[in-house]
């Protein structure tokens, strides 16, 4: 049982390029959630898939989209990378009522 | 919308002593829960302790507990007994029941906690 999953651990991009960071659980939970970490500003949502199929943006979803390609899995993708995007992404799983989150262990992506 | 504030951006305890980690929130819900999260240097979120708003008992977890003050809207983490591998970053978070399917979970800015040998 590994929870919750991503790739990759550590990213460098330059402003333009794109990129998906991939996330999957394997704890049969129906909410997936992106979040991105910045210094000072703790946790914030860009995206959340409530099920299979549904996606809803969160506090900050400009500059990305996501898939929710199946129940296991919800990857993140930068179009049009920019420095602003700099930051420590981070998956998490939960059963619908969110209650408990499960986080991955984090992505740190930086945009040159 | 919802706001949660940690006044204290860092802390240090010496080992074996007790640390208070202060959380205060803002919300016109009444049903809610919150939370604190650690996350060490690996980097990994891990939840701490949870508490339903509806329930007036404070939640304890082993050496954590909380204090929750409803009407202050204070949630105030208290770590006894403190080990070095308490080192870390710890948020407090809420998230507000609701029969929408993005639940709103918030958190607040942290504090980096350090327990001294």
């Known amino acids: 049982n590994a929870g919750v999953t991503q790739t990759p651990k550590f990213q460098v991009l330059k402003t333009g390029q794109s990129m998906t960071l991939q996330c999957a659980q394997d704890?049969?939970?129906?909410?997936m959630y992106w979040y991105r970490q910045d210094p000072g500003m703790g946790l914030r949502l860009i995206y959340y898939?409530?099920?299979?199929?549904?996606?809803d943006k969160g506090e900050v979803p400009n500059g990305y989209n996501v898939s929710r390609l199946n129940k296991r899995e919800f990857s993140l993708r930068l179009e049009s990378a920019a420095p602003s995007q700099t930051s420590v992404y981070f998956c998490?799983?939960?059963?619908?009522?969110?209650?408990?989150?499960?986080f991955g262990p984090g992505t740190r992506l930086t945009v040159l | 919308a919802q706001t949660v504030t940690q006044s204290q951006p860092e802390m240090s305890v010496q080992e074996a002593e007790t640390v208070t980690l202060s959380c205060t929130y803002d919300?016109?819900?009444?049903?809610?829960?919150l939370f604190w999260y650690k996350q060490p240097p690996s980097r990994q979120m891990i939840l701490v302790i949870r508490?339903?708003?509806?329930?007036?008992q404070n939640a304890t977890e082993n050496r954590f507990s909380v204090n929750f003050q409803k009407a202050a809207k204070s949630f105030s983490l208290k770590i006894s007994d403190s080990q070095l591998g308490d080192t870390a970053m710890y948020f407090c978070?809420?998230?507000?029941?609701?029969?929408?399917?993005?639940?709103?979970?918030?958190f607040g800015p942290g504090t980096r906690l350090s327990v001294l040998p």
């Open positions: 998490a799983s939960s059963e619908r009522d969110g209650r408990t989150q499960y």
């Open positions: 704890m049969n939970h129906n909410s």
């Open positions: 898939s409530a099920s299979e199929g549904t996606t």
């Open positions: 919300t016109s819900e009444s049903n809610y829960y």
């Open positions: 508490q339903e708003a509806y329930k007036q």
């Open positions: 978070a809420f998230m507000k029941l609701s029969w929408e399917r993005w639940q709103n979970f918030v």
